[in-house]
């Protein structure tokens, strides 16, 4: 069936570097894909989004790259800091009829070192 | 997700018993979606709601898990007679009228239940 996974489950980065998380998807129908970010006890924040005609989108200090050939999704941050370690989810929709039906994968950890 | 309001935030409930977990979406937002999340997994779809409708149910339990969006007040997830396996994080989402697939979803900060 569909699903959406993560290549790396924690990822370990200094302060300052640029961090990358990685997200292949099954589903090559899919449109629309969001990544969120999640602190500990607290909801999934929105990060950024992408639709699938096109292939990459910037927001402030992060921008998704799509790659539909390949089904793979990235998300940058720039300059990483001690505030941006969560857990990164990227989102599938699998909605019609106009509704957003979110498939999430498991989860990259994000760790930030001073 | 500012603005979508969940509670209770923490609910602890012994195995039989009723939870009941509410929502009230983003002032505007008429549709309502509901997810679990296990410890260290990823949120799982269980159901979107519209004003006095469900529209897809498809990842609700087929027993003892029941949700409403009535006409006034909040949306509510139904939980009868919990079990162990039902301790998790409730999110509830809102999104304003989709007129295309893409409407960004808003998260609450979640309800978490623990059945003991």
């Known amino acids: 069936g569909e699903s959406v996974g993560l290549h790396l489950p924690t990822l370990s980065v200094q302060e300052g570097d640029n961090s990358i998380i990685n997200c292949a998807y099954s589903?090559?129908?899919?449109?629309?894909f969001i990544w969120y970010k999640q602190e500990s006890g607290k909801g999934p924040q929105f990060i950024i989004d992408?639709?699938?005609?096109?292939d990459k989108r910037q927001g402030q200090r992060v921008t998704v790259l799509l790659n539909k050939t390949v089904k793979h999704l990235s998300l940058q941050i720039a300059a990483t800091q001690p505030g941006d370690s969560a857990v990164y989810f990227c989102a599938e929709n699998m909605g019609s009829g106009g509704y957003n039906k979110l498939i999430f994968g498991a989860g990259t950890r994000l760790a930030v070192h001073p | 997700n500012a603005g979508v309001m969940q509670n209770p935030r923490h609910l602890v409930r012994r195995r039989g018993q009723e939870a009941r977990l509410r929502c009230s979406p983003m002032?505007?937002?008429?549709?309502v979606y509901w997810y679990r999340q296990l410890p260290e997994e990823g949120l799982k779809f269980m159901v979107y709601?519209?004003?006095?409708?469900?529209?897809?149910e498809s990842g609700m339990p087929k027993e003892r898990f029941s949700a409403e969006f009535p006409k006034e007040g909040p949306s509510i997830l139904r939980i009868q007679q919990v079990v162990r396996g039902d301790s998790a994080a409730y999110f509830c989402a809102s999104s304003p009228t989709p007129d295309t697939s893409g409407n960004t979803i808003y998260f609450g900060e979640g309800s978490w239940l623990t059945v003991v």
């Open positions: 992408i639709r699938s005609n096109m």
């Open positions: 002032k505007g937002h008429s549709h």
């Open positions: 709601l519209q004003k006095e409708n469900i529209i897809d």
């Open positions: 589903n090559s129908a899919s449109d629309y």
